[in-house]
């Protein structure tokens, strides 16, 4: 598909999200709808969980301290923040940056496959349980991550969520050694 028409499929899915009001209690609490960022070109796509505070400010999703360790991680891989794409399941803050809930990731699921399956990558990595859950169900990520795993034509590879390498030395050097796999799925 032409990057223009993914662009105006996802601006739409973004105004369908706002308009089914999805999670209103979420909604309301949150500043703004934080729907992705970087390139609809993109061969990876990279799912979190649900925006902090800074995410809800900016409107972009990863820009707080766990996005500076993964744009450190994609720059050692030779990737760049702009030429991947980003976004999270729950598309809204939760309150106390809590854990978003089953009915919550649940909500937003089905706009997040849309969502994928316009950007049309090879890859999508999963940050975190709560993200790996919601494509490869019932898997325990301490023995999952790392491992690509493809599912109806699309390779999933789930990792260790940045926020927990941030002060963990030794998860860090997991997580990027798991990154070093990117490449070759992509
Ligand atoms: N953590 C996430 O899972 N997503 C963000 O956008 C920021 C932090």
Known sequence: MESGNKKHL???LSAT????????ELRSGA????FGDGSHDSKVVFIGEAPGKKEDEMGKPFIGASGKLLNEMLEKIGLTREEV?????VKYRPPENRDPSKKEKKAFLPYLKQQ????????????????MDCFL????ISEAH???????GITYLPLYHPAVALYNGSMRQTL???????????
């Open 116 to 131: 994928i399956s316009i950007i049309a990558p090879k890859l999508v990595v999963t940050l975190g349980r709560h993200s």
């Open 85 to 89: 794409y980003i976004t999270n399941i």
């Open 31 to 34: 500043t703004q709808l934080v």
């Open 17 to 24: 999200i706002v308009g089914d009001n999805v999670c209103p």
């Open 176 to 186: 990027m050694n798991d990154f070093h796999k990117i490449p070759d799925l992509i």
């Open 137 to 140: 169900p019932g898997k325990k």
């Open 10 to 12: 996802l601006d739409k």
């Open 146 to 152: 790392g491992v690509p795993e493809k599912v109806d």
